[in-house]
């Protein structure tokens, strides 16, 4: 019948339930395991475990990781930004002051 596992193991459940909350999970979940096919069952198994411990279930998730795992690379050291560039004050998703923005530009260009 083609599939992969004849039991799936336990980070694959906890990815098929994640990804069954979602419209469109099943598909996903049935192309994370038509991985296997391609790499190795324990890259897929170890891109799978870390992207649900970072909490990000997504099959594109999962592709980012098994490619920086099977890419060798090491991981960026961490950028430690200076005091002069943190950030103060938390940007807002605030769609009326962009809107209030745009009305008072009345001037035309053109």
């Known amino acids: 019948n083609g599939a992969p596992f004849t039991e799936l193991p336990v ?6 339930t994640e990804l069954l909350k979602k419209p469109g999970g099943d598909r996903e979940m049935v192309e994370v395991l038509a991985l296997v096919l391609h790499h ?27 490619h920086r795992l099977l890419d060798g690379k090491a991981e960026p050291p961490p950028v430690d930004a ?6 103060v004050t938390e940007p807002q998703a ?7 923005l745009r009305e008072e530009r ?3 260009h053109a």
């Open 94 to 100: 605030n769609v009326d002051r962009y809107d209030a």
């Open 11 to 16: 980070a694959f459940k906890k990815l098929q």
């Open 82 to 87: 200076p005091h002069a560039l943190r950030l």
């Open 40 to 66: 190795e069952e324990q890259a897929v198994l170890a891109a799978v475990e870390l992207a649900l411990e970072v909490g990000v279930p997504t099959k594109m998730y999962v592709l980012n990781v098994l």
């Open 106 to 108: 009345k001037v035309r």
